[in-house]
């Protein structure tokens, strides 16, 4: 099993930053990639960004290319989501998500979530 916390999210005015984390504990030897999601009121879960267990092969949404960075300390099994130029449309509980197999499009393991509200 893996466990995933995340943490950073807050409240923001348009046009600042925030950065998000996720500490990943337990078989972390397991996992493969890294998501990060987000589901704003009425909306569906939507990716944001994911990234290879190893750092590399990072994936951006297109609404947030530019913006947002995923990156990955391998030390401290955290990923990160670095998020600039924040708009309104970006406000929503966003979540940590890992998955163990390159094959499947679900992810296995997923965070409490944490809310980021952008204020106009």
């Known amino acids: 099993q893996v466990q995933l916390v995340e943490s950073g999210g807050g409240l923001v005015q348009a046009g600042g930053s925030l950065r998000l984390s996720c500490a990943a504990s337990?078989?972390?030897?397991?996992?493969?990639?890294m998501g990060w999601f987000r589901q704003a009121p009425g909306k569906e879960r939507e990716s944001v960004a994911s990234?290879?267990?190893?750092?590399?092969?990072?994936y951006y949404a297109e609404s947030v290319k530019g913006r947002f960075t995923i990156s990955r300390d391998n030390a401290k099994n955290t990923v990160y989501l670095q998020m600039n130029s924040l708009k309104s449309e970006d406000t929503a509980v966003y979540y940590c998500a890992g998955k163990v197999a390159p094959t499947k499009n679900e992810y296995d393991y997923w965070g409490q979530g944490t809310q980021v509200t952008v204020s106009s």
């Open positions: 337990g078989r972390t030897f397991s996992l493969y990639r």
């Open positions: 990234i290879r267990w190893s750092g590399t092969n990072p």
